[in-house]
Structure formats: C-alpha cells, structure tokens
C-alpha cells in the first residue's frame, strides 16, 4: 500500500512547518519514488507535508494543495507548483496532496471503496459527501 505523510506538529502546527529543517530531500524523493508500485497505491501528503514534497521538486508544475493557511505561502516559495485553493485534496495519481483529513477519506474509497469511506465518514461524526470523479480533488 501507498505512503501516507502527515508532519508531526506540536501546539501550533503552522509555525512549527514554517522553521527551517534539516531536510534530506534525495532521501525523501527516494522514498517516494520506491514507496509506491503504481496507481493504486498513491504517496499521500497531508497538510503541510506538502511543503516537504515540494523542496523535492516533485510538485513542480502538478497541481497540489495543502491547509488553507498556508496555502498563499505554498503559491510563493514554490511557484511552479499549481496550488489548488477551492478543493480539500488533489489526487494527482501517484501523489495525493491534501488540505486536511478529508484526504484519509478519499484514500480510503480510491483504495477500499467509496461505501467504506462514506461509512468512515459516519463514523467519524465528519459530513463528507466525497465522491471519486474525473477531476482531481473534487
């Protein structure tokens, strides 16, 4: 199964992802290339985990999206990347990025089935009216 990238944060998640790291970014494209066997089996960043995937460079000229708060800061540092700001996740085939945990939803119906993620969704006290379609994060 696919990976699924979610930065640890703790207190408040938006500065901890704005302070510079220490990042392996050859080790992290390496990850995600070998991490995943084909299109059923996406690499899934969550939140600000798309800021990691973009100092990769693997977003670059994709459509991505990541929290709404940082969406603008995304846009700016990494200008290649089309960063949606109208939809909760982009699911770009082998990379899904998204703007919270709506994205675990739609990973479970693309990989488990929409029934089940409805049926997470109920679950989960989440209104989710999620469906697979044609364009990415809709």
Known sequence: ??????P???GDSTARAR??????????SAACRGSHAGPHEPVTFICTGAF????TG?????????????QEELAQRWPDIQVRTDVRWVDD???????????????VGRLFG???????????????????TAEAGI
Do not use: F, K
Not at 1 to 6: A, K, N, P, Q, R
Not at 114 to 132: I, P
């Open 8 to 10: 640890p944060a703790a």
């Open 52 to 55: 990691l995937l973009a100092a």
């Open 93 to 107: 085939g082998d990379i899904v990025t998204s703007a919270g945990i709506s994205a675990s939803l739609h990973i």
């Open 58 to 70: 693997a977003l670059d000229g994709r459509p991505a999206t990541t929290h709404w708060e940082d």
């Open 19 to 28: 302070e510079p790291v220490d990042l392996d970014v050859e080790g992290l």
């Open 114 to 132: 929409w029934q089940l993620a409805r049926r997470t969704a109920l679950q989960m006290e989440y209104d989710w009216t999620g469906e697979h």
């Open 1 to 6: 199964m696919g990976e699924i990238l979610d």
